[in-house]
């Protein structure tokens, strides 16, 4: 064999050891990328299973709390009611109490219907957040004394909401609605329900404000008994993909924020759906 042959030969080996490491490489990368990308979904899965369980505890305290609101509401008005009306009929001249006897059924019946308003508000199943809204300003206004006003310009468009949207947006205003009726020493709340104006994203926007006492907005203690509303309207408005902000200032009320972006439902039919 010449030195020609030799050498040609030599550069085929060593052709061949390059491309053996560039191909060795190339795999070598390539796993690698896979064992990145697969730990960042492992990661990913282990953050929202951590999520996922706080969202499942939040829901089973949520439900304990109101479960313990309910029956302290009808022990502390239709519990006693009753047997007041219990304790006038078995008195001898039980004829005589009837008139308040009535009185009172009728007061109690009216609880009684606030409370499942409260619980399954007949509204929300009709996909009619406005008409939903201005029902609960009225009833709260009834309840509670303080005046609940909403203003709503014609032309609003809603219909892009879900029946999800509908309830979890209902659900955040009626919290606002409580906690000024538990927490704020108010007179007057205003919501406004509107669509975009220029240069803002379109959607729905609802803006609610009081003219409380208003409070320390905090994330930190938002795990505490005072602010447990604050939690679910903020668990409820990230299940829906909307967007809550919470202002608030001691002696100056509070005003609460909620952006629910708009969502072309005809374009995604149009589509086959998503």
């Known amino acids: 064999m010449t030195d020609a042959q030799k050498i040609i030969e030599?550069?085929?080996?060593?052709?061949?050891?390059?491309?053996?490491?560039?191909?060795?490489?190339?795999?070598?990368?390539?796993?690698?990328?896979?064992?990145?990308?697969?730990?960042?979904?492992?990661?990913?899965?282990?953050?929202?299973?951590?999520?996922?369980?706080?969202y499942i505890l939040y829901t089973i305290q949520g439900q304990e709390a109101e479960r313990a609101h309910i029956a302290r509401e009808l022990h502390d008005t239709v519990a006693q009611d009753l047997r007041y009306c219990r304790n006038l009929l078995q008195k001898k001249d039980a004829h005589e109490n009837m008139r308040q006897v009535v009185s009172i059924l009728e007061k109690t019946l009216t609880e009684v219907r606030q409370i499942s308003y409260n619980l399954s508000p007949t509204d929300i199943t009709k996909k009619d957040i406005k008409a939903s809204l201005v029902n609960l300003c009225t009833s709260m206004t009834e309840v509670s004394g303080i005046s609940f006003r909403i203003s709503i310009p014609d032309g609003t468009k809603t219909s892009f909401l879900t029946e999800s949207d509908v309830l979890n947006l209902y659900r955040i205003v009626q919290e606002s609605f409580t906690n000024v009726i538990k927490h704020a020493n108010a007179t007057e709340v205003v919501t406004l329900l509107r669509n975009e104006t220029e240069n803002e994203k379109s959607g729905l926007y609802i803006f609610i404000s009081d003219d409380g006492c208003g409070f320390d907005v905090d994330i930190k203690n938002y795990g505490d008994s005072t602010h447990f509303g604050l939690i679910g309207m903020r668990k409820r408005s990230q299940l829906i993909g909307a967007d809550l902000s919470i202002s608030s200032k001691q002696g100056e009320g509070t005003q609460i924020s909620i952006y629910k972006a708009f969502k072309n439902t005809d374009a995604i039919q149009a589509y086959g759906g998503i």
């Not at 050891?17 to 979904?41: A, C, Q, T």
């Not at 899965?45 to 996922?52: A, E, G, I, Q």
């Open 10 to 54: 030599l550069e085929s080996i060593v052709h061949k050891y390059i491309n053996f490491f560039i191909f060795f490489d190339i795999v070598f990368f390539v796993l690698i990328f896979i064992g990145i990308v697969l730990l960042i979904r492992f990661l990913k899965s282990k953050k929202n299973l951590k999520s996922s369980n706080e």
